[in-house]
Nanobody
Framework: QVQLVESGGGLVQPGGSLTLSCVASGSIFSINLMGWYRQAPGEQRELVALIFISGDNTKYADSVKGRFTISRDKDKNTEGLQMNNLKPEDAAVYYC???????????WGKGTLVTVSS
């Protein structure tokens, strides 16, 4: 099992920045990727960004490319999401994810709310 705890959500004005963090604990050796998803009210959960444990390759949703940056601290077992130039449509609950496609593993944090409003 892997436990994920997010932090860093909050209220920000359009054009502002926010940084999310996620701390992973437990059987971290079993996962090969970490990422962030988001879910707005009435919408499906969608991928925001992910990073592969081996090689640190990243992937972003088209809607956040150039504005969001995912990162990982190997020593602290944390991942972060730097969000710049936030737009009202970025408002959602953001979930930390960790998993392994090879072993069919998926772990989720409880989510952190990001509100973008003036």
């Amino acid at each position: 099992q892997v436990q994920l705890v997010e932090s860093g959500g909050g209220l920000v004005q359009p054009g502002g920045s926010l940084t999310l963090s996620c701390v992973a604990s437990g059987s971290i050796f079993s996962i090969n990727l970490m990422g962030w998803y988001r879910q707005a009210p009435g919408e499906q959960r969608e991928l925001v960004a992910l990073i592969f444990i081996s090689g640190d390759n990243t992937k972003y949703a088209d809607s956040v490319k150039g504005r969001f940056t995912i990162s990982r601290d190997k020593d602290k077992n944390t991942e972060g999401l730097q969000m710049n130039n936030l737009k009202p449509e970025d408002a959602a609950v953001y979930y930390c994810h960790a998993g392994s496609a090879m072993y069919g593993l998926n772990y989720w944090g409880k989510g952190t709310l990001v509100t973008v409003s003036s």
